[in-house]
């Protein structure tokens, strides 16, 4: 990641290009969640890109002409602006403890990424134990039915579990 924003000497600036790619930049970081460098910021990148963003999460998905070379330099200035503008350049901790007492333990991103692994990990074990309680119903039919309730009773709460952690897609 070279560029303007790599000059910042705290970082921090550099620190929100989650992902670049030809014609999309992703900025995430936990103090674009303050309302006023976010509304800064966007309002500097709205003249230069298409822009979705989300100031509860600190966050910015900048859309632009791949063919445009010389764009993520400028995005990269503009971001570099608006955090060298801002006075203080130390991560915001909600809580109000000193950022280098609470770890990385506190910080709201890796937050969302660890639930969201558990997540993840959790909806695996719930796809394989429903697949593996459906076979298991079919393979006891020749069996007994006690155990073909047993396994069908698996599938049906696997199925559940699956469903829990997909709930707000599964009722749009």
């Known amino acids: ?3 303007p924003a790599m000059t910042h000497p705290n970082n921090q600036a550099a620190a929100a290009f989650v992902s670049v790619l030809p014609g999309r930049i992703r900025l995430r970081h936990p103090l674009l969640r303050d309302r006023a460098r976010h509304a800064a910021l966007d309002g500097r990148l709205r003249v230069l890109v298409e822009v979705n963003a989300d100031p509860t999460v600190g966050s910015f998905l900048l859309r632009y002409d791949p063919a445009d070379t010389a764009m993520e330099a400028r995005i990269r200035s503009e971001v570099d602006a608006v955090w060298a503008a801002t006075p203080e350049a130390e991560p915001l901790d909600p809580h109000g403890a000193d950022s280098e007492q609470a770890g990385p333990e506190s910080d709201p991103l ?6 969201a692994q558990a ?7 719930a796809k394989v ?12 039919l020749g069996v007994s039915r006690k155990l073909h309730a047993q396994m069908g009773v698996v599938a049906i709460a696997m199925t559940l579990t699956h469903l829990a952690v997909h709930w707000r897609r599964t009722f749009r």
Not at 119 to 125: A, D, E, L, P, Y
């Open 1 to 3: 990641m070279a560029g």
């Open 110 to 115: 890796d937050r969302l990424r660890r639930r």
């Open 119 to 125: 997540r993840s990990s959790i909806n695996r074990i």
């Open 129 to 140: 134990g429903a697949l593996a309680g459906m076979a298991g119903t079919v393979a006891a």
